[in-house]
């Protein structure tokens, strides 16, 4: 009998199956072909400004804001393209509410959410909007004393003019300054939440990279071999581990009626999430979360207000002053307290507008039509974002905008009108 015979399948079902694989076949193709038409019809209509070369989005976002300083126009970024909005759209943008614009869909869409398991939910957003900013002055005395105790815990009482490892202990010391912020003592201490937190942060942007580097109809089967997700499913349940009897004990200590609730992220959701009060898996990916969103923004920050402030050792005097005159030694900073620190507000705004952390800011998914004051309509189904480096370089908004000039926003702030602009920090 033939070895084909084996296979026990009539003539029928094998042009049946050959059909199959044929439909398959066209179809992968068509939804290849048209998912490109689509994103490229989702464009709205807006000039397209093609980045030169694969990478250099430099060049896209200077050239489209030179040729186009006063309208809208496309970056083609990967997946679906970006609206870049002039400068007068910037603040419309950022007001926008969530539904609308949403900040959470963004994330989880250049995050690669589908694979890295971003949260799809606005609970840090609404963690850093309704419990942080309501009660900013706990907030600061909370993060003052840990930045004092992490401080002393991490550079100890230096005499003398001591080297250190720069950039990782600025690292370890906002992960420490922060994370009381999110989960209380004793693990926010904890060496090892604190290094699998990092890690998943890193391997999270990773993956992110290695997926969206790869078409979205392989996906599926790039993610099935990629050793990063097992990886970061292994950290992930390393992180519940540590998060389950804190977690635990918090719910426990909740039936107390003198309970003085901790002020942190873990507490927001208990307290504002009936659905995931008790849900391990979401306050552990919350937490993740928190750290990929703030540690490492807020250490590139530091790091830079370190290197411009080395590099213009001139600031340095002016800066202690404002500080010891406005701080005394051992007082509670409080809100009222950093809004008269214009100098060092100042400082760290220049150092934010010479080394911005991305080529465009205020990026958002268009989940719904917006019409903008200048009667250019937003689609759903891309993303918008403020050109922010380019404009931070304009020399007809900036004087002198390429030199660095720590108290420019402190004197901008003191012309009339100004006194609420131009600032770093701000609980609004």
Not at 400 to 426: C, H, I, V, Y
């Amino acid at each position: 009998m033939s070895a084909f015979a084996d296979l026990s399948l009539p003539l029928t079902e094998l042009w049946s199956s050959r059909l199959i694989f044929v439909y398959a076949s066209t179809a992968v193709f068509a939804l290849a072909v048209c998912g490109r038409f689509l994103l490229s019809r989702r464009r709205g209509g807006y000039p397209v400004v093609e980045n030169v070369g694969e990478s250099d989005f430099t060049t896209a976002i200077v050239g489209g804001y030179k040729k186009f300083p006063k309208s809208l126009f496309t970056i083609a970024t990967p997946d679906f393209p970006t609206i870049i909005v002039p400068h007068s759209s910037l603040s419309e943008i950022a007001h926008l509410p969530e539904k609308k614009l949403s900040l959470d869909k963004e994330v989880y869409e250049r995050l690669m959410g589908r694979y890295t398991k971003l949260v799809k939910s606005e609970i840090f957003t609404g963690f850093v909007k309704f419990s942080v900013q309501k009660d900013i002055n706990k907030t600061l005395a909370l993060l003052q004393e840990e930045a004092e105790w992490a401080v002393a815990s991490e550079l100890g009482n230096c005499i003398d003019w001591t080297p250190i490892p720069f950039f990782p202990t600025i690292i370890s010391l906002v992960s420490l300054h922060l994370g009381r912020s999110f989960v209380s003592l004793p693990l926010s201490r904890d060496k090892d939440w604190i290094n699998l937190a990092l890690d998943y942060a890193i391997q999270t942007v990773t993956v992110a990279s290695k997926m969206s580097s790869c078409h979205w109809l392989l996906r599926p089967i790039k993610a099935y071999m990629l050793p990063d997700i097992p990886y970061m499913k292994s950290q992930f349940t390393k992180a519940k581990k540590l998060l389950e009897p804190i977690l635990r004990k918090r719910l426990e200590d909740a039936l107390d009626p003198n309970f003085e609730k901790p002020n942190d992220l873990m507490q927001w959701i208990i307290d504002s999430s009936a659905e995931y009060r008790d849900d391990l898996d979401m306050h552990t990916r919350v937490q993740m979360e928190a750290v990929q969103a703030a540690t490492f923004n807020v250490a590139f920050q530091v790091v830079h207000f370190f290197y411009d402030l080395m590099s213009h050792p001139e600031y340095v005097a002016p800066l202690r002053e404002e500080m010891e005159r406005t701080i005394a030694q051992g007082e509670t900073i409080m809100q009222q307290s950093i809004s008269r620190l214009t100098k060092l507000d100042s400082f760290l705004k220049e150092s934010q507008r010479l080394n911005a952390m991305s080529l465009v800011t205020v990026r958002r998914f268009i989940l719904a039509p917006v019409e903008l004051a200048d009667g250019s309509i937003l689609n759903p189904g891309v993303s918008v974002a403020a050109p922010t480096y380019a404009v931070d370089r304009d020399s007809s908004i900036w004087d002198r905008p390429t030199e660095f000039d720590g108290f420019r926003f402190e004197r901008l702030r003191a012309r009339a009108g100004n006194e609420s602009k131009f600032q770093f920090s701000s609980s609004r």
